[in-house]
């Protein structure tokens, strides 16, 4: 991993001269700087530190296949970095427990992953975890489920309750039905056993 870091007088300075050590422009890079207040009679210096996002990409490679592999589980990945999110799609014999209930594990796996990387470089990254198009799939599934319950209340006038999601699958039901005549959707109950009932209208 090739973490470079420059002190200056200015941030622009300090961070062209890690650029130029990174050949890098500055939308190819993560950094961070810190301010070290002057003594007496010298002035302030900024130092910034900084890694390219594709090593960035690949430390959080090897730091994720630690965690799964501490789960007992042996792990291949494909990754990109899209739009600014760091992407990584992960292949196992385990996808199951990788997912777990509701992909609970693969959301808890992601909040560590966000929360390492917030405490390395004081920003909040976009991080992506999959598990074979796992939530993909998921939202294919909610969207057709929330579809055909939707169907099934505005024809029989009776409110059908969902089982309790989180708060990201809960929206994909909403967005889903925002616009579907004849009901309407509200989210019930405390996390994380919130849900949603869809009523007729």
Known sequence: ???????????????????????ANKSEVIYKYEEQTGKLFK????????????????????????????????????????EDTF??????????????????????LETLMKQKYFNDWNNFLKINLDVENYK???IEYLEKLAIRL???????????????????ERRIIHNKLSTFKGIKTTSEGEEPNRHIIIKAE
């Open 1 to 23: 991993m090739n973490v470079v870091a420059s002190q200056a007088k200015s941030l622009n300075e300090a961070l062209e001269n890690v650029l130029i050590s990174l050949n």
């Open 43 to 82: 002035s302030a210096t900024i130092t910034v530190t900084a890694i390219t996002k594709r090593d960035l990409l690949e430390d959080m490679k090897t730091y994720l296949k630690t965690l799964v592999e501490g789960l007992g589980i042996k792990v291949e990945m494909e990754s990109r970095i899209h």
């Open 150 to 168: 939707a169907k099934e209340v505005r024809d029989t006038s009776v409110d059908v309750t969902l089982e309790n999601m989180n708060s990201y």
């Open 87 to 108: 992407e990584i799609n992960m292949y196992s014999d385990n996808n199951q427990i990788l997912i777990g209930k509701n992909g609970q594990t693969l959301k808890s």
């Open 136 to 138: 993909e799939k998921r």
